[in-house]
T-cell receptor, first 114, second 115 residues
Framework: KAGVTQTPRYLIKTRGQQVTLSCSPISGHRSVSWYQQTPGQGLQFLFEYFSETQRNKGNFPGRFSGRQFSNSRSEMNVSTLELGDSALYLC?????????????FGDGTRLSIL | SQQGEEDPQALSIQEGENATMNCSYKTSINNLQWYRQNSGRGLVHLILIRSNEREKHSGRLRVTLDTSKKSSSLLITASRAADTASYFCATAVLISSGSARQLTFGSGTQLTVLP
């Protein structure tokens, strides 16, 4: 079975731009969660999508948004990029909703803001 | 603030030795999970232990959970150079339905195994 695939692996943007990151979950997994990882704040939960609906949201500003398609693939969008958005963005998929089962992570998208 | 905090922040051992990492958390949990992250890669799930379990094993890994002390430990026996990575505990905070909404990760322990 193919693992979680995130594209692109690396991205460089400038302040004020917007960016869209993509995540393809493991086949059959219906939940996709997104996390931001930085040296200062560690791993922080952004949001979870299940059956095309956002089920849970972390403490991030509205500039961070996402969506999930009928095939469970998910995209995350960040608008009006700030220097502090530089991070490794990880997505994770699981069979069911919530945190009752293991999460399977992709290798992330490294976003650098200049 | 982080729900789970790992201790120590960094650990350096010789190949063949055992490595123990600890995790403390603050609120009631549905389950606690341990993950490994190699540099520049995503996280790999190691073990999930539920709140009604006290110990779980997987190969060279042993996880214990003490809900009265709100703490967990991960033991890696007979460590190898390939075990060099960051190890994170993640807690699934219990909500009123008995389920758990999301994982909250600790800051991690950087383990270095010297050949």
């Amino acid at each position: 079975k193919a693992g979680v695939t995130q594209t692109p692996r690396y991205l460089i943007k400038t302040r004020g731009q917007q960016v869209t990151l993509s995540c393809s979950p493991i086949s059959g997994h219906r939940s996709v969660s997104w996390y931001q990882q930085t040296p200062g704040q560690g791993l922080q939960f952004l949001f979870e999508y299940f059956s095309e609906t956002q089920r849970n949201k972390g403490n991030f500003p509205g500039r961070f948004s996402g969506r999930q398609f009928s095939n469970s693939r998910s995209e995350m969008n960040v608008s009006t990029l700030e220097l502090g958005d530089s991070a490794l963005y990880l997505c994770a998929s699981s069979l069911g909703q919530g945190a009752n089962q293991p999460q399977h992570f992709g290798d992330g998208t490294r976003l650098s803001i200049l | 603030s982080q729900q789970g905090e790992e201790d120590p922040q960094a650990l350096s051992i010789q190949e063949g030795e055992n490595a123990t990492m600890n995790c403390s958390y603050k609120t009631s949990i549905n389950n606690l999970q341990w993950y490994r992250q190699n540099s520049g890669r995503g996280l790999v799930h190691l073990i999930l232990i539920r709140s009604n379990e006290r110990e779980k094993h997987s190969g060279r890994l042993r996880v214990t959970l003490d809900t009265s002390k709100k703490s967990s430990s991960l033991l890696i026996t007979a460590s190898r150079a390939a075990d060099t990575a960051s190890y994170f505990c993640a807690t699934a905070v219990l909500i009123s339905s008995g389920s758990a909404r999301q994982l909250t990760f600790g800051s991690g322990t950087q383990l270095t195994v010297l050949p």
